[in-house]
Protein backbone atom coordinates (compact mmCIF):
# COMPACT_ATOMS: atom_id res chain seq x y z
CA UNK A 1 0.00 0.00 0.00
CA UNK A 2 1.28 3.82 -0.81
CA UNK A 3 0.27 5.96 1.53
CA UNK A 4 -0.77 9.77 0.67
CA UNK A 5 0.72 12.42 3.19
CA UNK A 6 -1.07 14.51 2.33
CA UNK A 7 -2.80 16.27 -0.44
CA UNK A 8 -5.21 16.95 2.03
CA UNK A 9 -2.98 18.84 4.44
CA UNK A 10 0.62 20.11 4.31
CA UNK A 11 1.82 17.31 7.11
CA UNK A 12 5.75 17.81 6.58
CA UNK A 13 5.37 21.59 7.04
CA UNK A 14 2.49 21.60 10.10
CA UNK A 15 2.14 17.86 11.47
CA UNK A 16 5.26 16.17 11.27
CA UNK A 17 5.68 15.49 15.20
CA UNK A 18 2.15 13.74 14.73
CA UNK A 19 3.00 11.66 11.20
CA UNK A 20 6.55 10.35 13.57
CA UNK A 21 4.19 9.35 16.11
CA UNK A 22 2.00 7.58 13.79
CA UNK A 23 4.70 5.57 12.10
CA UNK A 24 5.80 4.90 16.15
CA UNK A 25 2.35 3.58 16.99
CA UNK A 26 2.03 1.67 13.46
CA UNK A 27 -1.38 3.54 12.24
CA UNK A 28 -3.19 6.62 11.69
CA UNK A 29 -6.96 7.05 10.86
CA UNK A 30 -9.01 9.66 8.76
CA UNK A 31 -12.46 10.91 8.77
CA UNK A 32 -13.40 9.70 5.31
CA UNK A 33 -14.55 13.15 3.79
CA UNK A 34 -17.12 11.46 1.97
CA UNK A 35 -19.31 10.51 5.36
CA UNK A 36 -18.05 6.83 5.47
CA UNK A 37 -16.84 7.05 8.83
CA UNK A 38 -12.98 6.90 10.32
CA UNK A 39 -10.89 4.62 8.45
CA UNK A 40 -8.06 2.98 9.96
CA UNK A 41 -4.93 2.59 7.85
CA UNK A 42 -2.10 0.53 9.25
CA UNK A 43 1.73 2.27 9.49
CA UNK A 44 3.41 -1.01 10.01
CA UNK A 45 6.92 -1.89 8.12
CA UNK A 46 5.26 -4.86 6.59
CA UNK A 47 2.07 -2.71 4.98
CA UNK A 48 3.72 0.38 3.75
CA UNK A 49 5.73 0.16 0.02
CA UNK A 50 6.19 3.78 -0.16
CA UNK A 51 4.92 7.50 0.91
CA UNK A 52 4.32 10.21 -1.19
CA UNK A 53 4.74 13.50 0.76
CA UNK A 54 2.85 16.99 -0.65
CA UNK A 55 4.16 20.18 1.29
CA UNK A 56 5.27 23.49 0.82
CA UNK A 57 7.95 23.30 3.63
CA UNK A 58 10.06 19.91 4.09
CA UNK A 59 12.20 21.59 6.32
CA UNK A 60 10.09 20.34 9.77
CA UNK A 61 10.62 16.94 8.14
CA UNK A 62 13.85 16.68 6.22
CA UNK A 63 16.12 15.84 8.99
CA UNK A 64 13.82 13.20 11.09
CA UNK A 65 13.31 10.40 8.62
CA UNK A 66 14.95 8.06 10.67
CA UNK A 67 11.92 6.18 11.56
CA UNK A 68 10.65 5.87 7.29
CA UNK A 69 14.39 4.62 6.51
CA UNK A 70 14.38 2.07 8.77
CA UNK A 71 11.38 0.57 7.56
CA UNK A 72 12.70 0.43 4.52
CA UNK A 73 10.22 2.73 2.38
CA UNK A 74 10.76 4.63 -0.41
CA UNK A 75 9.53 8.30 -0.54
CA UNK A 76 8.88 11.32 -3.53
CA UNK A 77 7.79 14.68 -2.26
CA UNK A 78 5.78 16.59 -4.36
CA UNK A 79 6.82 19.93 -3.70
CA UNK A 80 4.82 22.97 -4.45
CA UNK A 81 6.55 26.17 -5.41
CA UNK A 82 4.51 28.75 -7.50
CA UNK A 83 5.93 32.23 -6.35
CA UNK A 84 2.85 33.73 -6.11
CA UNK A 85 2.27 37.45 -4.64
CA UNK A 86 1.58 37.21 -0.77
CA UNK A 87 -1.99 38.50 -1.39
CA UNK A 88 -2.26 35.00 -2.83
CA UNK A 89 -0.09 33.34 -0.63
CA UNK A 90 0.54 35.10 2.90
CA UNK A 91 2.34 32.74 4.51
CA UNK A 92 4.94 29.99 2.43
CA UNK A 93 8.24 29.72 2.57
CA UNK A 94 10.67 31.45 0.29
CA UNK A 95 10.90 30.30 -3.41
CA UNK A 96 14.85 30.46 -2.73
CA UNK A 97 14.41 28.34 0.74
CA UNK A 98 11.86 25.72 -1.28
CA UNK A 99 14.49 25.33 -3.70
CA UNK A 100 17.33 24.80 -1.39
CA UNK A 101 15.24 22.43 0.24
CA UNK A 102 14.63 20.51 -2.60
CA UNK A 103 18.33 20.49 -3.69
CA UNK A 104 18.81 18.67 -0.38
CA UNK A 105 16.57 16.11 -0.79
CA UNK A 106 18.00 15.56 -4.18
CA UNK A 107 21.15 15.34 -2.96
CA UNK A 108 20.35 12.78 0.12
CA UNK A 109 18.15 10.63 -2.57
CA UNK A 110 18.58 11.21 -6.03
CA UNK A 111 16.55 13.29 -8.52
CA UNK A 112 13.51 10.91 -8.70
CA UNK A 113 13.08 11.82 -5.50
CA UNK A 114 11.48 15.00 -5.68
CA UNK A 115 9.12 16.59 -8.04
CA UNK A 116 8.14 20.50 -8.20
CA UNK A 117 4.41 21.50 -8.56
CA UNK A 118 4.21 24.45 -10.39
CA UNK A 119 -0.02 24.54 -9.77
CA UNK A 120 -2.69 25.48 -9.62
CA UNK A 121 -1.99 28.07 -12.51
CA UNK A 122 -4.06 31.10 -11.20
CA UNK A 123 -4.82 33.62 -13.91
CA UNK A 124 -5.80 37.03 -12.19
CA UNK A 125 -5.06 40.57 -12.55
CA UNK A 126 -2.07 40.50 -11.14
CA UNK A 127 -0.92 37.23 -12.20
CA UNK A 128 -1.50 36.92 -16.03
CA UNK A 129 0.05 34.89 -18.67
CA UNK A 130 3.16 36.93 -19.06
CA UNK A 131 3.65 37.18 -15.35
CA UNK A 132 3.25 32.82 -15.23
CA UNK A 133 5.73 32.94 -18.45
CA UNK A 134 8.63 34.48 -16.63
CA UNK A 135 8.00 33.16 -13.04
CA UNK A 136 8.06 29.25 -14.28
CA UNK A 137 11.54 30.39 -15.84
CA UNK A 138 12.86 31.93 -13.01
CA UNK A 139 12.06 28.56 -10.49
CA UNK A 140 13.02 26.39 -13.55
CA UNK A 141 16.24 28.28 -13.31
CA UNK A 142 16.59 27.56 -9.92
CA UNK A 143 15.76 23.94 -9.93
CA UNK A 144 17.63 22.98 -12.68
CA UNK A 145 19.12 19.57 -12.21
CA UNK A 146 17.43 19.05 -8.97
CA UNK A 147 14.05 18.02 -10.38
CA UNK A 148 13.22 15.67 -13.89
CA UNK A 149 9.20 16.48 -13.90
CA UNK A 150 7.01 19.68 -13.46
CA UNK A 151 3.59 19.11 -12.71
CA UNK A 152 0.99 22.13 -13.67
CA UNK A 153 -2.67 22.18 -13.26
CA UNK A 154 -5.20 25.31 -13.35
CA UNK A 155 -7.17 26.70 -11.03
CA UNK A 156 -10.96 24.70 -10.83
CA UNK A 157 -13.56 26.38 -9.64
CA UNK A 158 -14.13 23.88 -6.89
CA UNK A 159 -16.48 25.43 -4.00
CA UNK A 160 -14.39 26.61 -1.90
CA UNK A 161 -11.79 28.07 -4.00
CA UNK A 162 -14.23 29.86 -5.79
CA UNK A 163 -15.70 31.22 -2.35
CA UNK A 164 -12.45 32.43 -1.30
CA UNK A 165 -10.88 34.23 -4.23
CA UNK A 166 -14.51 35.90 -5.14
CA UNK A 167 -14.28 36.39 -1.58
CA UNK A 168 -10.26 38.46 -2.48
CA UNK A 169 -12.03 40.04 -5.46
CA UNK A 170 -14.79 41.89 -3.56
CA UNK A 171 -12.35 43.19 -1.57
CA UNK A 172 -10.21 44.81 -4.37
CA UNK A 173 -7.89 42.45 -3.86
CA UNK A 174 -7.43 41.43 -7.43
CA UNK A 175 -10.04 40.20 -10.25
CA UNK A 176 -9.80 36.50 -11.15
CA UNK A 177 -10.65 34.42 -14.09
CA UNK A 178 -10.76 30.72 -15.96
CA UNK A 179 -9.18 31.05 -19.02
CA UNK A 180 -10.46 29.07 -22.07
CA UNK A 181 -8.92 25.92 -23.35
CA UNK A 182 -7.19 27.74 -26.15
CA UNK A 183 -5.54 29.83 -24.02
CA UNK A 184 -4.18 27.22 -21.31
CA UNK A 185 -2.65 25.23 -24.16
CA UNK A 186 -0.69 28.37 -25.51
CA UNK A 187 0.56 28.77 -21.96
CA UNK A 188 1.52 24.93 -21.31
CA UNK A 189 3.31 24.91 -24.69
CA UNK A 190 5.37 28.27 -23.73
CA UNK A 191 6.00 26.60 -20.07
CA UNK A 192 6.86 22.91 -21.64
CA UNK A 193 9.41 24.44 -23.55
CA UNK A 194 10.88 26.36 -20.48
CA UNK A 195 11.11 23.03 -18.67
CA UNK A 196 12.70 21.15 -21.44
CA UNK A 197 15.33 23.79 -21.53
CA UNK A 198 15.81 23.04 -17.84
CA UNK A 199 15.81 19.53 -18.29
CA UNK A 200 12.36 18.49 -16.85
CA UNK A 201 9.46 17.00 -18.38
CA UNK A 202 6.07 19.01 -18.28
CA UNK A 203 2.68 16.91 -16.93
CA UNK A 204 -0.58 17.90 -16.44
CA UNK A 205 -2.50 17.16 -13.58
CA UNK A 206 -5.81 15.97 -14.18
CA UNK A 207 -6.86 18.34 -17.05
CA UNK A 208 -7.93 15.39 -19.66
CA UNK A 209 -9.64 18.54 -22.62
CA UNK A 210 -5.96 20.04 -21.91
CA UNK A 211 -4.22 17.45 -22.37
CA UNK A 212 -5.50 15.90 -25.80
CA UNK A 213 -4.81 19.36 -27.26
CA UNK A 214 -1.12 19.16 -25.77
CA UNK A 215 -0.34 15.62 -26.11
CA UNK A 216 2.55 16.06 -27.88
CA UNK A 217 4.39 18.20 -25.58
CA UNK A 218 2.90 17.51 -22.07
CA UNK A 219 2.14 13.94 -20.76
CA UNK A 220 -0.88 13.33 -17.81
CA UNK A 221 0.99 12.84 -14.80
CA UNK A 222 0.90 10.62 -12.30
CA UNK A 223 1.13 12.35 -8.73
CA UNK A 224 1.08 9.16 -7.26
CA UNK A 225 3.44 7.25 -8.80
CA UNK A 226 4.54 3.33 -8.26
CA UNK A 227 7.12 3.63 -11.09
CA UNK A 228 8.69 6.17 -9.44
CA UNK A 229 8.82 4.96 -5.75
CA UNK A 230 10.17 1.86 -7.38
CA UNK A 231 12.87 3.60 -8.86
CA UNK A 232 13.92 5.72 -5.76
CA UNK A 233 13.53 2.38 -3.68
CA UNK A 234 15.74 -0.20 -6.49
CA UNK A 235 12.77 -2.32 -6.13
CA UNK A 236 9.35 -2.86 -8.26
CA UNK A 237 6.85 -1.24 -6.50
CA UNK A 238 2.87 -2.89 -7.41
CA UNK A 239 0.36 -0.58 -7.36
CA UNK A 240 -2.95 -0.62 -9.65
CA UNK A 241 -4.00 2.75 -11.44
CA UNK A 242 -6.71 3.88 -9.71
CA UNK A 243 -7.61 7.95 -10.01
CA UNK A 244 -9.04 10.42 -8.30
CA UNK A 245 -11.11 11.57 -10.91
CA UNK A 246 -11.84 11.42 -14.17
CA UNK A 247 -8.40 11.40 -16.10
CA UNK A 248 -5.80 10.73 -13.01
CA UNK A 249 -3.97 8.39 -13.43
CA UNK A 250 -2.38 7.78 -10.04
CA UNK A 251 -2.06 4.39 -8.39
CA UNK A 252 -3.75 3.07 -5.88
CA UNK A 253 -2.84 4.71 -2.10
CA UNK A 254 -4.56 5.91 1.72
CA UNK A 255 -4.16 9.20 2.12
CA UNK A 256 -3.96 10.34 5.58
CA UNK A 257 -4.77 13.81 5.63
CA UNK A 258 -7.58 15.69 6.54
CA UNK A 259 -9.17 18.29 4.91
CA UNK A 260 -9.53 22.14 7.02
CA UNK A 261 -6.41 21.52 8.66
CA UNK A 262 -3.29 23.44 6.81
CA UNK A 263 -2.88 26.86 8.02
CA UNK A 264 -1.02 28.31 4.88
CA UNK A 265 -3.62 30.49 3.88
CA UNK A 266 -3.17 30.35 -0.23
CA UNK A 267 -6.78 31.82 -1.64
CA UNK A 268 -7.21 29.19 -4.14
CA UNK A 269 -7.08 26.12 -2.01
CA UNK A 270 -9.71 23.89 -2.91
CA UNK A 271 -8.86 21.92 0.92
CA UNK A 272 -9.76 25.05 3.10
CA UNK A 273 -12.94 26.65 3.82
CA UNK A 274 -12.19 29.47 5.95
CA UNK A 275 -8.37 30.09 6.95
CA UNK A 276 -9.48 31.77 10.61
CA UNK A 277 -10.96 28.55 11.94
CA UNK A 278 -7.95 26.22 10.37
CA UNK A 279 -5.57 28.45 11.76
CA UNK A 280 -7.50 27.59 14.76
CA UNK A 281 -8.12 24.14 14.57
CA UNK A 282 -4.06 24.20 13.83
CA UNK A 283 -3.35 25.45 17.26
CA UNK A 284 -5.50 23.28 19.01
CA UNK A 285 -4.29 20.15 17.63
CA UNK A 286 -3.03 17.22 19.90
CA UNK A 287 -0.38 15.76 18.29
CA UNK A 288 -1.20 12.55 20.40
CA UNK A 289 -4.25 12.09 18.56
CA UNK A 290 -4.74 8.92 15.89
CA UNK A 291 -5.98 11.48 13.49
CA UNK A 292 -5.49 15.02 12.12
CA UNK A 293 -8.07 17.32 12.90
CA UNK A 294 -9.17 16.29 16.17
CA UNK A 295 -8.21 18.36 19.25
Not at 206 to 211: E, I, R, V
Amino acid sequence: MIVSASYRTDIPAFYADWFLGRVAAGEARFRNPFGGGVVRVSLRPEDVSGIVFWTRNFAPLIDRLGPVEAHGWPFVVHYTVTGYPRLLEPSTIRAEDAATQIGEIARRCGPRAAVWRYDPILLSSATGPDWHRATFARLAGMLRGQVDEAVVSFVEPYRKTRRSLDRLAAAGGLEWRLPDVDEKAALVRDLAAVASDAGMALTLCTQPALAERVADIAAPARCIDAGRLGEVAGRPIAAPVKGNRPGCLCAASRDIGAYDTCPHGCAYCYAVADRNRTKAAHAAHDDRAEMLGVR
